[in-house]
Antibody, heavy 118, light 111 residues
Framework: QVQLQESGPGLMKPSETLSLTCAVS?????????WGWIRQPPGQGLEWIGS???????YYSPSLNSRVTISADTSKNQFSLKLNSVTAADTAVYYC???????????WGQGTLVTVSS | QSVLTQPPSVSGAPGQRVTISCTGS?????????VHWYQQFPGTAPKLLIY???DRPSGVPDRFSGSNSGTSASLAITGLQAEDEADYHC???????????FGGGTKLTVL
């Protein structure tokens, strides 16, 4: 069973850079599949942030493209998200997930709540 | 605003059949990209419920089914049970945006 676990700060201040890591267990990210980040503001729907294939360039949601960087570290079997210049609108539960070739997210992390507040 | 449009809420009595719609456009569902559905209980991560428009992962009851036509897709739940009360999200790929897109989610209430 593939397992994903997000980690990162729970509370941030406006203008800071959000950094999250997703550790993957029971599957080597270098073996294939895309890996993605999705977020969910409180009481709202899901929003795709971006995805990465271990050996290819990541691709991002156009609405976040100017602030987002996703990278993969195959030696640690994890991938990461950086989001610059956060505001209160970035307050959300952030999920990492595995994305297969049909476009479905088949395995998800438990999610981590990030709150942006001054 | 979500790229895919879902009703905010639906409800039904135990045993009944309910459907949840997911309306897209010619750049996602209408372009032939698969629709996937997720079930989410409060405080937990979404779980894949239907993939590839109408397939079920192992362990998902056949009370859940998916279909699509044109620029829309639907999730049907028959024999509604109290344990089905959850949020349901549709997802596809959008060629214009170059990535995955989700609906706004639908809250199912079992009366």
């Amino acid at each position: 069973q593939v397992q994903l676990q997000e980690s990162g700060p729970g509370l941030m201040k406006p203008s800071e850079t959000l950094s999250l890591t997703c550790a993957v267990s029971n599957y080597f990210i270098s073996s294939g599949y895309y890996w993605g980040w999705i977020r969910q503001p409180p009481g709202q729907g899901l929003e795709w942030i971006g995805s990465i294939y271990h050996s290819a360039s990541p691709y991002y949601s156009p609405s976040l493209n100017s602030r987002v960087t996703i990278s993969a570290d195959t030696s640690k079997n994890q991938f990461s998200l950086k989001l610059n210049s956060v505001t209160a609108a970035d307050t959300a539960v952030y999920y990492c997930a595995r994305l297969d070739s049909t476009g479905r997210f088949d395995y998800w992390g438990q999610g981590t709540l990030v709150t942006v507040s001054s | 605003q979500s790229v895919l449009t879902q009703p905010p809420s639906v409800s039904g009595a135990p045993g009944q059949r309910v459907t949840i719609s997911c309306t897209g456009s010619s750049s996602n569902i209408g372009a032939g990209y698969d629709v996937h559905w997720y079930q989410q209980f409060p405080g937990t991560a979404p779980k894949l419920l239907i993939y590839g428009n109408d397939d079920r992962p192992s362990g998902v009851p056949d009370r859940f089914s998916g279909s699509n036509s044109g620029t829309s897709a639907s999730l049907a739940i028959t024999g509604l049970q109290a344990e089905d009360e959850a949020d349901y999200h549709c997802q596809s790929y959008d060629i214009s945006l170059g990535g995955s897109v989700f609906g706004g989610g639908t809250k199912l209430t079992v009366l």
